[in-house]
């Protein structure tokens, strides 16, 4: 078993683009830092700039009170980190390997058993921005491992604790994820609905993202609706889902005469469809978050 020494202030498991970008944020802000990565090669530069090389994962270990490992996936993290569980102990893992809220809470218990701290991390930005003030990372866990790592996780830009489950980093990020992925679809579909008939997407982005997003979709305006999300509360004075059914409708229609692809604007039809069905008729058109909790199983994180 490797000693503990202890004589960096962190060290970096796993360097690919991610990895090392963390560490040229640690070597810009001054940090010694230790790393280590399956391909040696891979280190040869931030080493030329000032990291300690580790020759294998247990010595990168040893050589600091924080790791943070990132590496592709979890079954990695196992592979990598299993055999040198002893020099984790009294020490701290941040995993900032993207995986699911379930590996998260697994890797949590395994670390657990074996004596040592974890916490569970996800990066929201690329790795240019890295290092930056307004750069989010999440991360979830103990709080007093969180505390006692603080001043290693400020130096990668800004990060916020979520809580004691393990999972809620990743769960969080997913979240985020999945809004990123919904808006852009709807951006690429209505851009495919007006391509049709030859219009520019770039004539079209002026209108729909320069005006009608900000204007009609503006954050603020969903974020007021966020309370009556947790309240069950759907007032239809302003508009009913009855009445977007008749919008929905149209789009489907429309999409269908343009001679776009119509399962987008089906899906959207068929939740509203499914929302009416369970009585929110009358009710405006946030009580499709009814259809889409119904299926969740309720599982409580907090
Ligand atoms: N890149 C991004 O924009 C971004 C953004 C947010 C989150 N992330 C997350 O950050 C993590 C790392 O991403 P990445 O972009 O740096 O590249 P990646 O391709 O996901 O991971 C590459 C790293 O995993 C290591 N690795 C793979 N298999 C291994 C094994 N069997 N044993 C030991 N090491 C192994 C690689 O080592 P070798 O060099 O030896 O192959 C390399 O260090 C991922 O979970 C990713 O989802 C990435």
């Given at each position: 078993?490797?000693?503990?020494?202890?004589?960096?202030?962190?060290?970096?498991?796993?360097?690919?683009?991610?990895?090392?970008?963390?560490?040229?944020?640690?070597?810009?802000?001054?940090?010694?830092?230790?790393?280590?990565?399956?391909?040696?090669?891979?280190?040869?530069?931030?080493?030329?700039?000032?990291?300690?090389?580790?020759?294998?994962?247990?010595?990168?270990?040893?050589?600091?009170?924080?790791?943070?490992?990132?590496?592709?996936?979890?079954?990695?993290?196992?592979?990598?980190?299993?055999?040198?569980?002893?020099?984790?102990?009294?020490?701290?893992?941040?995993?900032?390997?993207?995986?699911?809220?379930?590996?998260?809470?697994?890797?949590?218990a395994w670390a657990d058993e074996r004596g040592f701290g974890h916490l569970d991390g996800a990066i929201m930005v690329p790795p240019p921005l890295v290092g930056r003030p307004e750069a989010?990372?999440?991360?979830?866990?103990?709080?007093?491992?969180?505390?006692?790592?603080?001043?290693?996780?400020?130096?990668?830009?800004?990060?916020?604790?979520?809580?004691?489950?393990?999972g809620l980093a990743v769960l969080f990020n997913t979240a985020m994820l999945e809004m990123m992925y919904t808006t852009v679809n709807g951006f690429l579909h209505a851009a495919a609905l007006?391509?049709?008939?030859?219009?520019?997407?770039?004539?079209?982005?002026?209108?729909?993202?320069?005006?009608?997003?900000?204007?009609?979709?503006?954050?603020?305006?969903?974020?007021?609706?966020?309370?009556?999300?947790?309240?069950?509360?759907?007032?239809?004075?302003?508009?009913?889902?009855?009445?977007?059914?008749?919008?929905?409708?149209?789009?489907?229609?429309?999409?269908?005469?343009?001679?776009?692809?119509?399962?987008?604007?089906?899906?959207?039809?068929?939740?509203?469809?499914?929302?009416?069905?369970?009585?929110?008729?009358?009710?405006?058109?946030?009580?499709?978050?009814?259809?889409?909790?119904?299926?969740?199983?309720?599982?409580?994180?907090?």
């Amino acid at each position: 078993m490797t000693q503990p020494t202890n004589d960096t202030e962190v060290s970096i498991v796993g360097l690919g683009p991610m990895g090392s970008a963390l560490a040229q944020a640690y070597l810009d802000k001054g940090r010694s830092l230790t790393v280590w990565n399956r391909t040696q090669g891979k280190a040869d530069v931030l080493v030329s700039k000032g990291a300690r090389r580790a020759s294998t994962a247990g010595e990168a270990v040893a050589a600091s009170p924080v790791t943070i490992v990132c590496v592709n996936d979890y079954p990695t993290v196992y592979q990598v980190f299993e055999s040198v569980s002893a020099e984790l102990r009294g020490r701290v893992l941040v995993n900032l390997t993207s995986g699911t809220p379930e590996e998260a809470r697994t890797a949590s218990a395994w670390a657990d058993e074996r004596g040592f701290g974890h916490l569970d991390g996800a990066i929201m930005v690329p790795p240019p921005l890295v290092g930056r003030p307004e750069a989010v990372f999440l991360y979830s866990g103990t709080r007093d491992v969180f505390d006692r790592s603080r001043h290693v996780l400020d130096d990668l830009g800004d990060p916020r604790y979520l809580g004691a489950d393990p999972g809620l980093a990743v769960l969080f990020n997913t979240a985020m994820l999945e809004m990123m992925y919904t808006t852009v679809n709807g951006f690429l579909h209505a851009a495919a609905l007006v391509g049709a008939s030859g219009v520019p997407a770039a004539e079209f982005a002026e209108l729909a993202l320069g005006w009608f997003m900000p204007t009609v979709l503006d954050p603020e305006g969903l974020a007021e609706q966020a309370p009556n999300l947790d309240e069950g509360v759907y007032p239809g004075e302003l508009g009913t889902m009855e009445m977007n059914m008749n919008a929905l409708e149209h789009i489907v229609r429309t999409s269908s005469e343009q001679g776009v692809d119509t399962g987008q604007p089906r899906l959207l039809k068929d939740l509203a469809e499914r929302a009416i069905a369970r009585g929110h008729g009358s009710h405006n058109y946030f009580a499709v978050f009814e259809v889409f909790k119904a299926d969740a199983g309720g599982r409580s994180a907090r």
